[in-house]
């Protein structure tokens, strides 16, 4: 999409002086994509103590503010994920393995941080939000899924409204936005749009790979 690739392009300007820095260090791509990893257990890590505090020792809706941090974190640890290829690409360090290990991390830090969201709104006895989150935790690997899926058997496939990085910007932010507001509907709604989206995606992109195959 020609927006990615815009905002893309002005981040790629922004990091790749400290992409040629770790070059010259020495830093590895499997290794930024392992501290970004890190990043993102933190920050659900901050997710699951807001669950605990609302539900042991203040009133519901007082770990907002360790919401909002985790959300921060998110952001953070989002930047590595784009640093991770950049500097693969740059500093001629692809691998297959590299591809894999990157991957893998991915899906494991969506559904952990995924699942700190769901355990908060469980515990501040916000059913709904947290049967919208489990379904935006579905939505989020079936996307995945279909992809890999379609790789699997020739077929590019990244069509779609809500990838990872729509996914993760969405839960950041509303998260950010519930932790200064004070209000927990900000990350229902982030959840919601996500739930909604991403399932959508899952399926257009099945109905993407059919268009192909058909026409083969």
């Known amino acids: 999409m020609k927006y990615r690739d815009f905002l893309q392009k002005i981040i790629y300007k922004i990091i790749n002086p400290l992409i040629h820095g770790m070059i010259k260090m020495g830093v590895t791509p499997n290794l930024i994509t392992t501290v970004g990893f890190i990043g993102n257990l933190v920050g659900t890590a901050f997710f699951l103590y807001a669950a605990y505090i609302s539900q042991n020792v203040g009133q519901?809706?007082?770990?907002?503010?360790?919401?909002?941090?985790?959300?921060?974190?998110?952001?953070?640890s989002g930047l590595f994920d784009m640093m991770d290829g950049r500097l693969a690409r740059l500093g001629n360090m692809e691998s297959?393995?590299?591809?894999?290990?990157?991957?893998?991390?991915?899906?494991?830090?969506?559904?952990?941080s995924l699942f700190g969201i769901c355990s908060y709104f469980f515990l501040?006895?916000?059913?709904?939000?947290?049967?919208?989150?489990?379904l935006a935790m579905v939505g989020s690997m079936m996307v995945s899924y279909v992809r890999a899926r379609a790789e699997g058997i020739g077929l590019e496939c990244k069509v779609g409204l809500m990838q990872r990085p729509e996914r993760v910007v969405v839960t950041?932010?509303?998260?950010i936005a519930e932790g200064i507001a004070d209000n927990m509907w900000w990350l229902f709604g982030g959840m919601l749009l996500i739930a909604v989206l991403a399932n959508i995606t899952a399926f257009w992109r099945i109905a993407y790979c059919y268009r192909q195959l058909k026409g083969k």
Do not use: P, Q
């Open 60 to 76: 519901m809706g007082d770990g907002n503010i360790y919401i909002g941090w985790g959300g921060a974190i998110l952001i953070f």
């Open 96 to 112: 297959t393995f590299g591809a894999l290990w990157d991957s893998t991390l991915d899906r494991y830090s969506e559904l952990f």
């Open 124 to 134: 501040n006895g916000w059913f709904w939000g947290g049967v919208i989150t489990f």
């Open 172 to 175: 950041a932010v509303t998260a």
